[in-house]
């Protein structure tokens, strides 16, 4: 079964970031860029799966600038054994993105497609769904558990009450959440190995897709500042000042 | 202008988000509909119907919607989506699977999120875990939007008396099937909708310790969260995770409780109205947020309020 990972290159998650003063956006000069999270996961789910024979070749994708390259040489590293890189400078909404995936998943016909629940920038929670509409393949978004059994797939799914468990046809869609796997550290052997395998670049016109967006940002701005109250000495106090200043209780 | 809401609820109960998304299509201005798609779901119409400033409830009901899967409601709501002009769903994990698939299949971008309405087609949304505060404007002829329901206050549940309709959609798109569901059973109110909120963090030490917090809980009447932290550490289960990759919640009292204050924690509960810390290290950034601090041991300190309140 060949499996499709997308991840997205975006700002470390360590990093805190700053509103640039024009409030034209975040500044994101010179501040360190990483594989997003949720799509190590990714990455990780999908080695887990060819590791127990389940998954027989690995690809990964990104869309991005050139520089995207290095998080696919990671997912290299972690075991994906070829990438893919749609270059684009634009910033992307999460249906151009899903649409260029589309024409990914059309070219490479996987059987799964694994992708983050979300990116760590944006903050959409998007892509995973509408890529789902766009192949008209089901999905198993927030997942915690993923067991492909035949042709179809078990998805558990973190969902607000609890989880849910729903069972997918193949191809399906599958996106990460936090409890899904820890991620391994690639080691410095597979690190010199990933370097030797292959990377294709296209663009969306070879793909024939062409990007338009319905939304404009028109300014970014830092969140209200909540200011620091006072420090109580002693239970007692605390709940006498609840009880008769801030009448919460 | 007429809005679209899909209706969160489980069959049984009509959830108190979609009160938060009703306020934001208010603020948006316009008739509301509602759209309540599930299976046996005549009650949560009827009670949909009463909503303050609905306008009109649309009731498909059919064994494919019962549990939501994304594959069967979507196209039923696209289909409908063509008759408004914005549709709304709360930020829910439920309103969050679906609204995107929608989204592509009307070829719009979704905006997802939103905390405030500046005008029909201007909203504001968190971006970067809370750290930036964008604001957007769509120019697709429909508006698709998930709603935090922290961003806006609830509608009365009553007072409306709309018209209920029935509309059916293609049902089963055949892809999917539900399997089954572990919910987690709690006597204590349910954490988005609490008036107060204790929280614990990797200060508890461990998923035992809990028990501290769950019976302080218990005396506040008040329901229990944790930090990320606390959760990758394995004591207590991601549906009680606080955060920006957790729940948003904005109660009127939080009680964050050895718990350093992430970024990404403060995401999720900025918004309290008052925020109490307790935590042995007095330079802990939930400080910096919190009303009251109380620097100390919280295994003395948890027991003590207990007593007290």
Redesign the interface.
């Known amino acids: 079964m060949k499996v499709l990972v997308a991840v997205k290159r975006v700002?470390d998650y360590n990093v805190?970031?700053r509103?640039k003063a024009d409030n034209s956006g975040?500044d994101l000069a010179n501040v360190k860029m990483s594989m997003n999270p949720f799509c190590e996961i990714a990455v990780e789910e999908a080695v887990r799966l060819k590791e127990k024979g389940v998954a027989s070749e690995i690809v990964v994708v990104s869309i991005g600038p050139t520089a995207a390259q290095e998080q696919l040489r990671t997912a290299l590293a972690l075991g994906a054994d070829r990438a893919v890189l749609v270059e684009s400078n634009d910033e992307l909404?999460?249906?151009a993105v899903?649409k260029l995936l589309k024409a990914v998943v059309d070219k490479e016909q996987p059987q799964l497609v694994i992708l983050g629940k979300q990116a760590?920038?944006?903050?959409?929670?998007?892509?995973?769904?509408?890529?789902?509409?766009?192949t008209?393949?089901?999905?198993g978004?927030?997942a915690?558990k993923v067991e492909v059994a035949g042709d179809k797939v078990?998805v558990t799914?973190?969902?607000?009450?609890?989880?849910?468990?729903?069972?997918?046809?193949l191809p399906a869609i599958v996106t990460t959440?936090?409890?899904l796997n820890e991620p391994r550290y690639a080691s410095l052997p597979n690190i010199m190995k990933a370097k030797k395998k292959p990377l294709e670049t296209l663009t969306p016109d070879a793909l024939g897709v062409t990007i338009t967006?319905?939304?404009?940002?028109?300014?970014?701005?830092?969140?209200a500042a909540?200011s620091?109250?006072?420090?109580?000495k002693?239970?007692?106090e605390?709940?006498e000042?609840?009880k008769n200043e801030?009448k919460?209780? | 202008m007429t809005i679209l809401v899909i209706a969160e609820h489980n069959n049984a109960v009509l959830a108190a988000a979609t009160l938060n998304t009703v306020a934001a299509a208010k603020a948006i201005g316009g008739d509301i509909h509602v759209l309540v798609a599930g299976s046996g779901c005549g009650a949560i119409g009827e009670a949909a119907a009463q909503i303050e400033g609905v306008a009109k409830v649309l009731v498909a009901d059919d064994a494919a919607y019962a549990?939501q899967?994304?594959?069967n409601v979507?196209p039923l709501i696209a289909d409908l989506a063509k008759n408004y002009s914005h549709v709304l769903a709360a930020a829910?994990?439920?309103g969050?699977?679906?609204?995107?698939?929608?989204?592509?299949?009307l070829?719009?971008?979704?905006?997802?999120?939103i905390i405030a309405v500046e005008s029909a087609d201007?909203f504001k949304?968190?971006?970067?875990?809370?750290?930036?505060?964008?604001?957007?404007?769509?120019?697709?002829a429909i508006k698709v939007i998930t709603v935090r329901a922290t961003g806006f206050d609830a509608v009365n549940a009553t007072g409306g008396s709309a018209a209920v309709e029935q509309v059916s959609g293609a049902g089963d798109a055949?892809?999917?099937?539900?399997?089954?569901?572990?919910?987690?059973k709690s006597d204590r109110p349910?954490l988005?909708a609490a008036k107060?909120v204790v929280s614990g963090g990797r200060g508890m030490q461990n998923g035992e310790n809990f028990k501290h917090l769950y019976s302080l809980a218990d005396k506040?009447g008040a329901a229990v969260g944790a930090s990320?932290a606390a959760?990758?550490a394995g004591f207590v289960?991601?549906?009680m995770q606080v955060g920006?990759?957790g729940?948003i919640v904005a109660p009127?009292?939080y009680i964050a409780v050895g718990i350093s204050g992430a970024?990404q924690h403060l995401a999720g509960m900025?918004d309290s109205?008052?925020?109490?810390a307790i935590n042995k290290d007095?330079e802990a950034p939930i400080?910096?947020?919190?009303?009251?601090?109380?620097?100390g041991d919280l295994f003395e300190?948890v027991p003590?309020?207990e007593k007290?309140?």
């Open positions: 700002v805190k970031v509103v975040v909404n999460s249906l899903a760590i920038d944006s903050d959409n929670n998007q892509t995973g769904q509408m890529l789902g509409a766009l008209g393949y089901a999905q978004t927030f915690s078990n799914r973190e969902i607000d009450g609890g989880l849910q468990t729903v069972a997918l046809s959440d936090l409890r967006s319905t939304v404009k940002t028109l300014k970014v701005e830092a969140p909540r620091a109250g006072i420090k109580v002693s239970v007692a605390l709940v000042k609840l801030a919460v209780i | 549990n899967l994304p594959e979507a829910t994990t439920n969050k699977n679906f609204l995107p698939r929608v989204a592509a299949q070829d719009v971008d979704q905006i997802s999120e201007t949304r968190p971006i970067y875990a809370g750290n930036a505060i964008a604001t957007v404007q769509s120019s697709a055949g892809k999917s099937t539900f399997v089954g569901e572990e919910l987690a349910e988005t107060i506040l990320r959760v990758d289960p991601n549906d920006q990759t729940k009127q009292l970024i900025k109205k008052v925020i109490v007095e400080f910096q947020v919190a009303d009251y601090g109380l620097v300190i003590e309020l007290l309140v």
